[in-house]
């Protein structure tokens, strides 16, 4: 059921719609080398493969998995020859091109820098962390947005009516609360909302007029338990601990248990949000209400005694706790104040009045002299600071 063209293509108008800069250089087949980032489903694979139906360009796919820089290296000089000989251009897509590491990306460079290749890459990760700064530079990211629901019905309906590609030969007929709970449960992801209905009409039988009705109990079964967008070391990862922590600073409980449970339920790892808590509890809590810390280490320890599922209503009692807490950045940014003065001044030297003298030498050359002993004496006029530092307020 992928489409053949762009006009069957469904989701990305912006990208490829009418009188787009991109549809247009695919029309002409003049394509710059482009970067596709969006998320499973969303038809980074599918817009390469209406590309290669629609150039003139030799068109060769590999994926960032599999090939590396033997296969790269093949690519290129088969490239090399229909440049030559021909005066072809070659097109290569990379599947998943965050797959690739720094030394294959490099090896890729050159041969994109000389218009021997033009690539495209498709990844599901943000490719200002994935792919490399130079690589970047030389081509346009198009970011692919998960497909809408009025996308994901006609995708339905053509699956459910198409006789040669699709399940038209089944006679079936999806009812509307099953419908939308396959769309909802997607994720705007095409390809789930495929297999589930394949699937689902495969394995029911037809009634008395030979037609199969998909129900919502079908949908759930082919479906079973439909795994949370969320890769605990790609963007997701960091868009959501944002989210928590954002929500926590602006003091929505309700929205930080949310993300918290898109977290634990996607499978985190509790210990890495307890941590991220102990840090929010003296960040913007801080001096506001010192419990938050004590607590949080608590928690932190429960997490690590007991682990999930059981830890989850802690944790939410803490995320809760710190959402309502008073909050206070003084301690954050007082050290991030003295921080800069570290590094602007340098290692200045400790006041001779500060400094230990455990030694007779240390004495004689004034270590210690003249210090104010505060339990005894008045120090109020005692100076802490470098010279330079003198009189200095962090907080």
């Known amino acids: 059921m992928r489409p053949k063209s762009l006009d069957e293509f469904l989701g990305q108008e912006s990208i490829v719609g009418p009188d787009t800069l991109l549809r247009r250089a695919i029309e002409a087949d003049d394509l710059p080398s482009m970067i596709f ?3 499973p489903g969303s038809g980074k694979t599918t ?3 209406v590309i290669a139906q629609i150039t003139n360009s030799y068109f ?7 090939a590396g820089v033997k ?10 020859e229909r440049r030559k000989y021909g005066n072809q251009r070659t097109i290569l897509f990379v599947d998943e091109i965050h797959r690739w590491n720094k030394a294959q990306q490099d090896g890729l460079l050159p041969f994109v820098e000389k218009g021997i290749i033009t690539l495209i890459g498709a990844t599901t990760e943000n490719p200002s962390f994935e792919v490399i700064a130079p690589l970047l530079s030389r081509a346009r990211v198009y970011v692919l947005k998960p497909l809408a629901p009025v996308n994901l019905k006609v995708i339905i309906k053509r699956a459910l009516k198409n006789n040669e590609l699709g399940l038209g030969k089944y006679q079936a007929k999806i009812d509307n609360e099953a419908e939308d709970f396959l769309i909802k449960t997607s994720n705007g992801d095409a390809r789930v909302i495929l297999n589930a209905l394949e699937v689902a009409v ?5 009634d008395k007029t030979g037609q199969r009705i998909v129900g919502k109990k079908i949908i759930e079964e082919a479906l079973q338990h439909k795994a949370l967008m969320y890769d605990k070391a790609g963007d997701e990862h960091y868009n959501i601990i944002s989210a928590l922590h954002k929500s926590m600073r602006g003091s929505n409980g309700h929205a930080a248990v949310y993300w ?6 996607a499978g985190e790892d509790p210990l890495y949000v307890a941590r991220r808590l102990v840090r929010f509890a003296a960040e913007d809590i801080g001096l506001a209400d010192n419990f938050a810390v004590v607590l949080a280490n608590a928690v932190f320890e429960v997490c690590h005694k007991i682990g999930m599922p059981e830890c989850n209503v802690h944790l939410a009692q803490l995320v809760i706790y710190l959402s309502e807490a008073k909050k206070s950045i003084r301690a954050y940014q007082a050290y991030g104040l003295a921080k800069q003065d570290v590094a602007e001044l340098g290692h200045l030297p400790v006041p001779l009045h500060l400094r230990n003298a455990p030694t007779k030498l240390m004495k004689n050359l004034g270590y210690g002299a003249d210090y104010k ?3 005894l004496e008045d120090s109020a006029g005692q100076e802490y600071f470098p010279e330079e530092l003198k009189g200095k307020k962090y907080y």
């Open 37 to 39: 980032w969006g998320p």
């Open 260 to 265: 918290l449970a898109r977290m634990l339920e």
């Open 202 to 206: 495969k394995n029911i039988g037809a």
């Open 71 to 80: 296969e790269l290296r093949a690519t290129v000089d088969e490239a090399k």
């Open 47 to 49: 817009l390469a493969t």
């Open 60 to 66: 060769v796919g590999i994926s960032g998995v599999t």
């Open 373 to 375: 002993y505060t339990p």
